[in-house]
Nanobody
Framework: QVQLVESGGGLVQAGGSLRLSCAAS????????MGWFRRAPGKEREFVGY????????YYADSVKGRFTISRDNAKNTVYLQMNSLKPEDTAVYYC???????????????WGQGTQVTVSS
């Protein structure tokens, strides 16, 4: 079993930046693809992006491409989401999750963190 804990959320003005972290328990972190998702009020959980096991490849939703960057440090069992040029529509609870394969579907992810709130003011 893997436990995930997100941190780094908060309130930021439009155009600003935030860096989210997701710390994982256990010794199998490097065996998982790590994904980031978000849920805005009244909306379904939405795919943000993922990073492969080694960190060599990433994939992003069109809505965040060019603004968000996912990275990971397998030695620290941590995955990061760097968010730049934030917009009010990025306001959501952000979640990290593990998967055995690369996928943009939330159904492919098994372990989830509790989420961290990001609020972007206009």
């Amino acid at each position: 079993q893997v436990q995930l804990v997100e941190s780094g959320g908060g309130l930021v003005q439009a155009g600003g930046s935030l860096r989210l972290s997701c710390a994982a328990s256990g010794r199998t972190f490097s065996s998982y693809v790590m994904g980031w998702f978000r849920r805005a009020p009244g909306k379904e959980r939405e795919f943000v992006g993922y990073i492969t096991r080694s960190g060599a490849s990433t994939y992003y939703a069109d809505s965040v491409k060019g603004r968000f960057t996912i990275s990971r440090d397998n030695a620290k069992n941590t995955v990061y989401l760097q968010m730049n040029s934030l917009k009010p529509e990025d306001t959501a609870v952000y979640y990290c999750a593990t998967s055995r394969g690369t996928s943009s579907s939330r159904f492919a992810y098994d372990y989830w963190g509790q989420g961290t709130q990001v609020t972007v003011s206009s």
